[in-house]
């Protein structure tokens, strides 16, 4: 069973930074594609960060220069360096991999990152 449990979301004031992390259980990281999404109130669900099995990284227009996305092949730990951060970036922060032959989505249940103005 595949289990991804994210934390490290909070409160930060703009111009702060955040790492949230993803602990994986039933899914390898290092041999799966895996992302960061996020979800605004009121907006969709929209992709931050991802990096696929094979270590090619790929971010948000909006989050270039100030998010990284990294992942610990020896801890199956994916996370999420946020720095600089704007109000903008206030939303439900998801991790996210994909697995299988069916290439099936799994989530975590997610963690709320606030940043105030």
């Known amino acids: 069973q595949v289990r991804l449990v994210e934390s490290g979301g909070g409160l930060v004031q703009a111009g702060g930074s955040l790492r949230l992390s993803c602990a994986a259980s039933g899914i390898i990281f290092s041999i799966n594609d895996a992302g960061w999404y996020r979800q605004a109130p009121g907006k969709q669900r929209e992709l931050v960060a991802a990096v696929t099995s094979g270590g090619i990284t790929n971010y ?16 199956n730990t994916l996370y999420l360096q946020m720095n600089s951060l704007k109000p903008e970036d206030t939303a439900v922060y998801y991790c996210n991999a994909i697995a299988g032959l069916l290439r099936r989505y799994y989530w975590g249940q997610g963690t709320q990152v606030t940043v105030s103005s």
């Open 60 to 75: 948000a227009d909006s989050v270039k220069g100030r998010f990284t996305i990294v992942r610990d092949n020896a801890e």
